[in-house]
């Protein structure tokens, strides 16, 4: 059975100009289409979205090292790595970084072997300042109290001789005083 992006109707279609490169448009537009990995970022800010002094290739790079972090874990990389990712220069990675840190979206150390050479960095992301608080949600008022259990008793048996005489002796003491025997 075919996934779903993968049937013909549905399958992502290329504008009708990216065939064939012509002067008036970019070069980007010409570029062939990634496959889709059905990898997603969980949701962030609005606030962070629409943070208009942060760069829009920054917000990217984010979002991506967002979906690198996992389990909010620092992320152990190098600016090589990531900018082939983004399809951008180093150069212009440690900036997109120095960006995200003005803004107090993430802070990164270099990370070094045992003899002292620089191997990468370590980048701790700024959580609180990109997801969303989670709320917890109270108890439906629509609910149930009533506990879903079976009442067919599987280990039914008779009660032991202590356990019957302490019964009846029970069962004196609420009929001396008035009370009306539970149901059993």
């Not at 013909?8 to 010409?30: D, V």
């Not at 996992?70 to 983004?86: F, L, Q, R, S």
């Not at 003005?102 to 960095?121: A, V």
């Amino acid at each position: 059975m075919q996934h779903l992006s993968q049937v013909g109707n549905i399958k992502l279609w290329n504008a009708p100009y990216s065939a064939k490169p012509q002067t008036h448009i970019p070069n980007r537009k010409s570029l062939e289409l990634l496959r889709p990995n059905f990898a997603f970022v969980k949701p962030v800010k609005l606030d962070f979205v629409r943070n208009p002094r942060m760069t829009p290739m920054t917000r990217c790079m984010v979002l991506m090292l967002m979906g690198w972090s996992g389990n909010e874990k620092p992320i152990d990389t190098t600016v090589g790595i990531i900018a082939k990712k983004i399809g951008r220069s180093v150069r212009q990675t440690h900036r997109y970084l120095q960006d995200a840190i003005e803004e107090g979206y993430l802070y990164y150390s270099r990370t070094k072997n045992r003899w002292g050479y620089y191997t990468g960095i370590k980048i701790h992301l700024n959580f609180s300042a990109l997801k969303p608080r989670k709320v917890k949600k109270g108890r439906n008022p629509d609910m149930t109290y009533m506990a879903d259990t079976n009442d067919n008793y599987i280990y039914k048996r008779d009660n032991t001789e202590v356990e019957q005489r302490y019964l009846d002796k029970i069962a004196t003491i609420m009929q001396r005083n008035g009370i009306p025997p539970t149901p059993i």
